[in-house]
């Protein structure tokens, strides 16, 4: 189980923790890699005006100032606040840096963010985030918001998580349906349907119609077809089955149908549509993406996302995008406290080499140089203590193999799990492959 920090909120891993969350890490920078994305890094402060110009989250976003600091600094929009999601920094990093950029590009981003909510399992102040985009200039062809869908579930499944979901829907779809049902302040529905799964049907219902004017019949409607999921196509007909025809309507459909037909073909079952998903900042324009652990729901959406048309302009010019984000210390958290998977030790050391004397410290580094020249972790004892102590050392430490120098100048290595000891030469042995660095393994 995950240790739980002093100061709520703002979580610590132990090391055999931060491994876990490493390999987490490392699995998910591989895979965007792969697929062509690079890595960029954006600072961890912007104006709040920056941060607050796209939806209404202000009352969780932390102020940073000096604690001395005879001069107030800043006020209002030019005041400096942390990054709460690595979107809005993101645009803003494409805004002054479109000249020295290839369009479309592809990024992929890894780092902290800070949020001022109330800690609980898979919300934290301070957590980390593994988002990726494609931005175009101008123009984005629709064929990204297809392709992404299959990068992130490709990288979730290489994870030690259980089966996931990846839901899908598009805005379009869903404004041009409750305009086609008169339903004009479609954000403010959208915000109502995405509080679905927290407050059910029938106080959705109610929202609609105290908040928005919704009709009874409109109520129905709107929420007949955020009950619409399914893992192909057939959505589409169950769409039209509602009798609802608008423009912008068809446009959603012919493009979430998109998505979902490669999709099937390609990860079936682990993505679907559902028409309940909403998204509730306001910068989507499209494609919304979110996806469940099945069976851990509870948890909230741990990957989610969106084709933003209209986020990031520099006058007349547009950079439209679409992307998804990964929570890293929700999936971390929940894989510590759920033992879905462990480090197979505690730290990277594969070998400790003891010390027959304190003079032989010299010669125990020349063997621990020989090892990490060939990619070995290797630690040296500090002290002569006697052999039994350095074994249990290396053992209390999780350390598999204790590297022993005679008087004559030869060498034996024994495997403290085994007892097996055997002749060793630093310049040529190495370590089975499974124990040359620590592996994270799912729990069966």
Not at 327 to 340: C, E, K, P, S, Y
Request: charge should be negative; hydrophobic fraction near 40%.
């Amino acid at each position: 189980m995950a240790r739980k920090s002093s100061l709520s909120g703002f979580p610590e891993w132990l090391p055999q923790e931060r491994l876990v969350e490493l390999h987490v890490l490392d699995t998910l920078r591989r895979t965007f890699e792969l697929h062509g994305f690079s890595s960029v890094e954006t600072r961890a402060v912007e104006t709040v005006g920056q941060l607050l110009r796209k939806g209404e989250i202000d009352k969780e976003v932390y102020a940073v100032s000096r604690l001395q600091d005879e001069d107030a600094g800043a006020a209002g929009d030019d005041a400096l606040a942390l990054h709460f999601d690595l979107t809005v920094p993101f645009a803003r990093y494409v805004v002054e840096n479109a000249g020295h950029l290839a369009f479309p590009f592809r990024r992929y981003q890894i780092q902290k963010v800070w949020r001022g909510e109330r800690p609980q399992e898979g919300r934290a102040r301070e957590f980390t985030q593994a988002d990726i985009d494609v931005v175009g200039d101008g123009s984005l062809p629709f064929r990204y918001d297809v392709e992404l869908a299959l990068v992130i579930a490709e990288a979730l499944g290489a994870l030690p998580i259980p089966e996931f979901q990846l839901r899908i829907n598009n805005r379009k779809l869903a404004e041009g349906f409750y305009r086609g049902i008169g339903l004009t302040d479609t954000p403010g529905v959208l915000r109502s349907i995405d509080k679905l799964e927290k407050i059910g049907a029938g106080k959705v219902a109610e929202l609609l119609k105290s908040e928005l004017g919704a009709t009874d019949e409109q109520a129905r409607s709107a929420l007949s077809l955020a009950a619409i999921r399914t893992e192909d196509t057939s959505f589409v007909e169950q769409v039209r089955a509602l009798g609802v025809s608008d423009p912008l309507l068809d446009e959603g459909l012919a493009e979430l149908e998109q998505v979902i037909a490669e999709a099937a073909r390609r990860v079936p079952g682990r993505v679907i549509a559902d028409l309940s998903i909403a998204r509730g900042l306001d910068y989507y324009t499209g494609t919304v993406y979110e996806t469940v652990l099945v069976g851990h729901e509870s948890l909230g959406s741990i990957c989610s996302g969106g084709r933003y048309d209209a986020l990031a302009s520099k006058g007349n010019r547009t950079f439209p995008g679409v992307g998804l984000s990964i929570g890293v210390t929700r999936l971390v958290t929940r894989i510590l406290n759920q033992d879905f998977a462990a480090a197979s030790r505690q730290v990277p050391t594969a070998v400790l080499v003891t010390l027959a004397d304190d003079d032989s410290w010299s010669a125990a580094q020349d063997v621990a140089a020989a090892l990490r020249g060939r990619g070995i972790p290797v630690e040296v004892a500090a002290s002569a203590e006697k052999f039994g102590k350095q074994i249990k050392f290396a053992d209390r430490r999780g350390i598999p193999f204790v590297w022993f120098t005679s008087a004559d100048g030869t060498h034996e290595v024994k495997d403290i799990r085994s007892g097996e000891q055997v002749p060793a030469d630093p310049l040529s042995w190495n370590p089975p492959a499974g124990d040359r660095w620590p592996a994270v393994l799912p729990r069966a």
